[in-house]
């Protein structure tokens, strides 16, 4: 009461996109820059304050919770951290057998143990994991279940909340080689969220690159690499090390200076010009529109 106001923090500000049947949207950027906001309002575990969230036809945003419980059969999350996404007190079968039990998919309690060995062996695993703890299981078999804990709903779209990062190299491609079979057999879409482009670029179809929770830059992933068109976009993808010691010494070099500005108190026009190289007088003045600068590509720049 007798304090200063409290600052309103936009954690995703005017975030417009669509993913198509089968495919992947790669959602990309800094630490802190509402990836996984964005993630976790599509799921409606935090609810937006405004806007819309359309999921096969349906407003997400305007449901209550019984609405949802019947949506949130068709859309599920992989976690980050493999090692506190699973209960520590129950079995691997119990931990993938409970939403099944919940939502009333399969009734008997020997048709379950079926369905969660089925889906063991379709994510890698041994039937005798339904019967080990969390703690039995490495790193990638733990997302392994995490994996055959979403597939236990039948959903349409998975949102993968940077599913790899936690593992090791080798899991890695694993992990991301399980996710492209399965969206082949099963036809699921995905919202891969990640801070690694390599796996960005090789597990997705379209990528958007966010900037202190706004899109600044979309397109088609081979568009994207080979064309970017926002300085942000640049910048990461220089970042990213070149096997050859030969190419990587004869690329362009793109250094950002300063920090990440607080999202209590964002920059004035483009939120990225204080980091900008190539920021102009108008920058600071001009919120730029997220406008088509080639065919299905866009990007937020004024000098796009």
């Not at 900037?211 to 979309?218: N, T």
Request: glycine residues 8%; proline residues 7%; hydrophobic residues 40%.
């Amino acid at each position: 009461m007798l304090g200063k106001g409290q600052g309103i923090v936009r954690a995703v500000d005017d975030v417009s996109f669509a993913i198509p049947y089968g495919q992947t949207l790669g959602l990309v950027g800094e630490s802190g820059c509402g990836k996984t906001t964005t993630g976790r309002a599509i799921l409606q575990l935090d609810r937006p304050t405004s806007g819309q969230v359309l999921f096969e036809g349906r407003d997400l945003a305007t449901l209550d919770q019984a609405g949802l419980r019947d949506m949130r059969r068709r859309m599920q999350v992989i976690f980050q951290d493999p090692y506190s996404s699973l209960n520590p007190r129950m079995t691997i079968g119990q931990i993938i057998a409970e939403p099944i039990w919940v939502h009333g998919i399969v009734r008997e309690r020997a048709a379950r143990a079926t369905r969660v060995h089925e889906l063991l062996e379709r994510v890698g695993l041994l039937r005798q994991h339904a019967a080990r703890y969390p703690h039995e299981l490495s790193g990638g078999q733990r997302q392994r279940v995490g994996i055959a804990r979403a597939l236990a709903m039948e959903p349409s779209l998975i949102v993968c909340d940077e599913p790899v990062s936690a593992l090791d190299v080798s899991i890695q491609a694993q992990i991301i080689n399980l996710l492209e079979d399965l969206q082949r057999e099963l036809g699921l879409s995905y919202l891969f969220i990640a801070h690694d482009l390599a796996v960005v670029r090789h597990l997705s179809d379209r990528i958007a690159v966010m900037y202190l929770g706004k899109i600044v830059e979309i397109a088609d992933r081979l568009a994207l690499y080979e064309d970017p068109r926002h300085p942000y976009t640049k910048a990461l993808l220089a970042a990213v090390p070149i096997p050859d010691p030969d190419l990587e010494a004869q690329r362009e070099r793109v250094v950002l200076g300063g920090e990440v500005p607080s999202p209590l108190n964002p920059p004035s026009g483009c939120v990225f010009h204080p980091r900008c190289p190539i920021a102009v007088d108008r920058c600071p003045l001009e919120v730029p529109e997220l406008r088509e600068v080639a065919p299905g590509h866009w990007a937020a720049c004024t000098l796009a």
